[in-house]
């Protein structure tokens, strides 16, 4: 196949790639040039929002848009490209459903939508420059899909992701466990060892994407590990054991990590807090089903964590990561909760 890929270069995109010239694919990649292209792919350099008259003249069996966020820039690509692609996908998220207080969330369940007030600040982050949209996000991403919809309905594939993780991963949500349990030592972990986590690793979920693309399916899929499988102790046991590290684990609650102003997601990766969040109990639980059944498979959890493992100690490790816990604030927030369970 002949494939378009709108970004391609940092994760996500790097990852499809990978798997698109595994499996002998023609990879054309279509970005502004501040990173550097992967070899043995075409290059057409632009901005998405002011140079789609780049892909004019070209036909691509399928193009995989990696980054679109603001509903405006996914319609004037997808008008675009309407006469040159066969198919169009779209990387969305689960973020996208309006309702995640329960497990089990379907494909069909309602979209968060936005206000124009909204839209009308998502655009001005987006001149600013900045990508974070924050509670904006979801929103966003729901309103791409239905514009992708409204242009494309027949010939659209829209793929909700979870956490994805993996080599390369800019965000460290997930990286920092695997480098923090391997440097040793007391490590401060969060809330129950038993509770739930859910992600997905971007090698499985690029070679889905491309044999999906192979296969034509058209259609929205949730694509994330199976709910229920994997605890945050087996995380960071698989941490420990992988890293062959001196690791341990300190549990500590979650109201203890609310008076210290700990923040979930960020200072603490992978910790949705689930006494002050119900309405997020159902983010760990979503339902992918419906890509299983259409051949996603899942790597054991010791290869995700060898794979980031072997990527950032040879390549990343002179950067500091950008999500988690600095070791000296780790250490005081250890100090202060054994300082707390001795007095009680």
């Known amino acids: ?13 790097r990852h499809l790639v990978s798997a698109a010239l595994q499996r002998n694919h023609d990879v054309t990649l279509f970005n502004r ?3 550097q292209s992967p070899p043995n792919t075409k290059q057409l350099i632009g901005d998405r929002d002011g140079d789609l008259n780049k892909l004019q003249g070209h036909e691509w069996d399928a193009v995989i848009d990696t980054c679109g966020i603001l509903p405006h820039s996914v319609e004037v690509s997808a008008k675009t490209l309407s006469a040159s692609v066969g198919a169009y996908v779209f990387i969305s998220s689960v973020s996208v459903y309006a309702d995640l207080s329960n497990p089990g969330v379907l494909e069909s369940a309602p979209l968060k939508t936005l206000t124009n007030e909204q839209l009308d600040e998502a655009n001005q982050i987006h001149s ?7 509670s904006l996000y979801g929103g966003l991403k729901a309103l791409c899909e ?3 919809l409204d242009v494309i309905p027949d010939r ?21 466990w695997v480098m923090r349990v391997a440097h040793g030592g007391e490590v401060l972990a969060p809330g129950r060892p038993e509770r739930s986590v859910q992600f997905i690793d971007v090698r499985d979920l690029s070679e889905w994407i491309i044999t999906t693309i192979e296969s034509s399916r058209r259609g929205v ?3 994330n590990a199976l709910p229920g499988a994997v605890t945050m102790e087996q995380v960071l046991t698989q941490c420990k054991s992988v890293t062959e590290s001196n690791a341990a684990f300190t549990w500590v609650s979650e109201s203890f990590l609310f008076k210290e102003k700990v923040a979930a997601w960020s200072d603490m990766p992978l910790w949705l807090p689930e006494q002050d969040a ?3 109990s159902g983010f760990m639980f979503i339902n992918s089903d419906k890509a299983i059944r259409a051949g996603l498979k899942f790597k054991p959890l010791n290869e995700t964590i060898e794979a980031i493992y072997l990527w950032r100690s040879n ?8 999500a988690g816990l600095d070791k000296e604030r780790e250490d005081r927030l250890l100090q202060k909760w054994h300082e707390i369970r001795h007095a009680v």
Do not use: C, W
């Open 221 to 223: 899929y949730n694509a």
């Open 156 to 176: 659209s594939l829209i793929i909700r992701p979870g956490l994805i993780v993996g080599p390369y991963d800019y965000t460290d949500r997930f990286t920092y």
């Open 1 to 13: 196949m002949k494939l378009l890929i709108i970004g391609g270069t940092r994760f996500l995109g």
């Open 146 to 148: 239905q514009t992708l």
């Open 278 to 280: 119900p309405q997020l």
């Open 315 to 322: 390549t990343a490790s002179h950067e500091p990561l950008s």
């Open 33 to 35: 040039g501040n990173y």
């Open 128 to 134: 600013s420059n900045s990508s974070n949209y924050g």
